[in-house]
């Protein structure tokens, strides 16, 4: 890792050192993904078993994961990891009940009355990465707030392995958060298959879930068709961001660091220290960490950008991460939590020395579901309200609209739009 001073940059450097890893062509990723689209559009199943066959090596004669596959998940796993993903599905699902809202009902004057209600999306298409390694955890991360949402149908695809089947982990999470529609595609064939439909899949209203770049990219396309499906939001390679003061231990800051570099060589990290010789521990640290990990190689490719910067203060540490808008922060200082009303811009933050992002992305309740790429200055975290639609509610009594028709037929008449004061107008008249 590249270890910099923010205050000897220039201001253009400075965002030189904030920018994420380049995505590739992103002209020539379009074209292709718009070209995957198409096909499914036309061919439906046969162009999944087609790209399949193409991009995975795989025949497959069915895309339907069965409830007997499904069932006998259990039958696979030790107690450990059935243990473990029970554990994680009961945190995530305490967290998210939590955030249910009741109808909010306002008389914002006596006879009007004005209601905000929450109605579950019917139909959601979750999308669980295949890749280097089994999520199970996402599968938790998406399911349960649907579950608790009341969607009707969900329905999960992921990428089969190179054996030709879907990992036990993953059925047996969508079996304990009620998941039986399963399929076995992934990559922007399946957000295509999930937002338009094939003979197999029946089409979904929303599309949830992390991705490569081509799912990324799918899911951008789907969300801008009409015809296609509404999206979670925008997100990339996985990142994070430590802030770390004197007192900080450069184990853990190395640990957490790792943690992230791991999902992938596109993925970053960054520590900003005030300390030189934090610095330079946290430095040691990962070099040590890093030759311990079996995926070694693919931290390191994250990590030939990612970048140690070393601030003046921890306010000027705090500016530095608002400005780079991190997928996780972690802040591991004296007081963390004292620091917490000044950190505008992260998709979930993780306050003390003992609290490792890796809980977030397994079980400690809240959603690891989040937008990258400098995406939280204007996107949120997942949370229950984004499996519901929300809809108003008015009712006028007939005091109420005495009470503020005539304010309704200026404004309409100001607007020359002659309809809208007439349909007060009548009401009014007819009270007379």
């Not at 349960?144 to 695809?157: D, E, F, M, N, Q």
Request: proline share 5%; glycine share 6%; aromatic share 4%.
């Amino acid at each position: 890792m590249q270890t910099l001073v923010w205050q000897s940059l220039s201001p253009e450097q400075q965002a030189s050192v904030l920018q994420r890893p380049a995505l590739g062509d992103s002209a020539k990723l379009s074209e292709l993904v718009k070209d995957i689209i198409s096909q499914v559009r036309q061919d439906g199943d046969q162009a999944i078993f087609e790209l399949t066959k193409k991009f995975d090596g795989l025949d497959l004669a069915d895309l339907r994961v069965s409830k007997a596959e499904i069932d006998n998940s259990e039958n696979e796993l030790g107690d450990n990891i059935k243990a473990a993903i029970e554990l994680a599905h009961k945190q995530v699902k305490v967290f998210h009940e939590a955030q249910k809202q009741d109808v909010i009902k306002v008389e914002t004057t006596p006879g009007v009355i004005c209601e905000l209600h929450n109605q579950p999306i019917e139909a959601v298409g979750l999308y669980i990465p295949g890749g280097t390694a089994p999520l199970p955890s996402t599968v938790l991360m998406l399911s349960t707030p649907a579950r608790i949402a009341g969607c009707k149908r969900l329905v999960l695809a992921t990428p089969p392995g190179k054996d030709g089947k879907i990992k036990a982990e993953i059925r047996y999470a969508a079996k304990i958060c009620g998941v039986d529609e399963i399929y076995m595609v992934g990559g922007a064939q399946a957000i295509a298959a999930l937002a338009y439909g094939t003979q197999s899949i029946k089409k979904v209203n929303k599309i949830f879930g992390p991705g490569n770049s081509f799912v990324t990219e799918a899911k951008q396309q789907v969300s801008q068709d009409h015809m296609g499906a509404a999206i979670d939001m925008p997100a990339g390679p996985s990142e994070v961001l430590v802030i770390a003061d004197e007192q900080a231990n450069p184990e853990f800051v190395a640990a957490d660091l790792l943690s992230q570099a791991e999902h992938g060589k596109d993925s970053q990290v960054i520590l900003l220290t005030t300390s030189q010789a934090q610095a330079q521990a946290c430095a040691q640290a990962v070099e040590k960490q890093l030759k311990q990990l079996p995926r070694e190689e693919i931290a390191a490719g994250a990590l030939s950008h990612s970048r140690i910067i070393i601030t003046e203060s921890i306010d000027q540490a705090i500016e530095v991460s608002n400005e780079y808008a991190p997928e996780h922060l972690i802040v591991q200082t004296e007081d963390a939590r004292a620091l917490l009303p000044r950190l505008e811009n992260a998709g979930s933050i993780f306050l003390g020395a003992y609290s490792p992002e890796s809980a977030g992305d397994y079980a400690s309740g809240t959603n690891h579901v989040l937008p990258t790429y400098g995406y939280t200055k204007t996107y949120s975290s997942l949370t229950l309200a984004d499996f519901s639609k929300r809809f108003t509610v008015q009712e006028l009594t007939k005091q109420g609209l005495e009470a503020i028709g005539p304010a309704i037929m200026d404004l309409a008449a100001a607007e020359s739009l002659d309809a809208h004061k007439n349909a007060v107008a009548v009401r009014l008249n007819s009270l007379k």
